[in-house]
């Protein structure tokens, strides 16, 4: 076998490893202090959170625009101003996605009868919509260097940190709030982190070129996972 071969495997074997040792660990967090939050909480706070979640997750998919998957596929180094066209583009799209959800709080919160308390805090889970642009690049670069362990670290700590602080706000304050509360410190957390691992800011900018070249590898692939999220979630908010 080819030297080079060789230890790209073993890389990938060692990468993925501690990838899924630490997703273990992570999982058992979930669990245990999912019970306590089951003993804090009212079920009605679960299902009101799953409301936003559900708006949160599609926006992200729709945020998207394959963009993200279009840079991982990229064969060769991938150009700043890729990056950079990226970022735009993306924090253009969740800012355009958080003021659609902001306005739209009202007729959300009468559609599934939350009282005053809860759209507020729904309503300020908005700027969730800006997280994941935010730390699309860091997270391309990482994926793109096989880096899947310190992908894994930064998710355990964003969840740890989600969950020690809903845990807190549940008992100090309940309801939703502990919920949306916990999600926002953690999104902070990982967004933090995931540029302290690849550090480099691109700035701010777009190439038509750029663009269109990413749109057109990525949104095929977008479409899928779009797909994908309905089966899987549409059920659950229309019941939430």
């Known amino acids: 076998m080819d030297p080079q071969a060789s230890s790209l495997s073993r890389r990938i074997l060692r990468e993925t490893t501690r990838f899924a040792g630490i997703q273990v660990i992570s999982a058992l967090l979930l ?38 998957a279009a840079l991982l596929r990229y064969k060769g180094e991938v150009s700043d101003e890729s990056y950079r066209t990226t970022l735009t583009f993306l924090f253009a799209l969740g800012s355009g996605l ?3 959800f902001f306005l739209a709080t009202p007729l959300i919160a009468a559609r599934w009868h939350l009282s005053t308390a809860e759209a507020v805090v729904l309503r300020s889970m908005a700027v969730l919509f800006l ?7 860091p997270y391309i670069r990482m994926e793109r260097e096989l880096r899947f362990s310190r992908i894994a670290g930064i998710e355990f700590a964003a969840t740890a940190t989600r969950q020690l ?10 309801g939703m709030r502990a919920l949306a509360g916990g999600q926002l410190a953690g ?15 691109p700035g701010l900018g777009i190439s038509r070129k750029v663009l269109r070249a990413t749109l057109g590898e990525g949104v095929p692939v977008q479409a899928l996972a779009i797909a994908a999220f309905f089966k899987d979630n549409l059920s659950a908010a229309l019941l939430g």
């Open 31 to 68: 669990a245990g202090s999912n019970l306590i939050l089951a003993r804090l909480l009212e079920p009605h706070a679960f299902g009101a959170y799953a409301i936003g979640t559900f708006f949160l997750g599609l926006g992200g998919l729709l945020g998207d625009g394959g963009l993200g």
């Open 98 to 100: 958080a003021l659609a």
């Open 131 to 137: 997280v994941g642009p935010l730390r699309s690049v």
């Open 165 to 174: 602080v809903t845990v807190v706000l549940a008992w100090k304050l309940g």
């Open 187 to 201: 999104a902070l957390v990982q967004l933090a982190l995931a540029w302290r691992s690849a550090p480099g800011w």
